[in-house]
């Protein structure tokens, strides 16, 4: 089986999601049906069939979140030795040729990825471009707008 690689941070990010609804919204759902039961007719019962629905969807997504972690190679990219080149896990400054723009990403893998956040997937065609990449060298970014062309100025390991 294929490992999907996932930064530490979104890794522990993950756990934590898991045991707040193994600890907390799971009994509290449990509870919510109990509750609902003791109100007597089932077939017209909309809070019971409200919490029933809701208990699938955080079964659903306990599920879920097992799977990820159970398929993914931890990368702590404050350890490995990449010696300046673009890595997983590196957080990368650009500077956009076209526009004289900066941004700054952070390549992830898919679970964890999130552009508000800057953090772009690994599977992006951006983070496909950087990989191997180093300080100083241009790179051209087949996007959906057409192609954009960046300098690498700084390859970070946090």
Avoid: W
Avoid at 101 to 122: A, C, L, M, P, T
């Amino acid at each position: 089986m294929q490992k999907h690689p996932m930064t530490k941070e979104g890794a522990d990010k993950l756990q934590a999601e898991l045991n707040r609804l193994k600890k907390e919204e799971r009994p509290r759902i449990t509870q919510a049906i109990a509750e609902a039961r003791e109100h007597g007719d089932l077939k017209e019962n909309a809070e019971y069939h409200a919490a029933r629905e809701q208990q699938g969807l955080i079964e659903a997504r306990i599920k879920h979140i097992e799977g990820v972690l159970s398929h993914s190679q931890i990368i702590d990219v404050t350890q490995v030795q990449a010696h300046g080149k673009i890595i997983f896990g590196a957080t990368v400054k650009l500077l956009n040729i076209d526009n004289d723009q900066e941004v700054v990403y952070r390549i992830v893998g898919n679970e964890e990825s999130d552009v508000k956040e800057n953090k772009i997937s690994i599977n992006s065609p951006i983070a496909r471009a950087l990989i191997g990449k180093a300080e100083g060298d241009e790179v051209m970014v087949q996007a959906p707008g057409g192609t954009i062309e960046y300098e690498i100025l700084e390859v970070l390991y946090l």
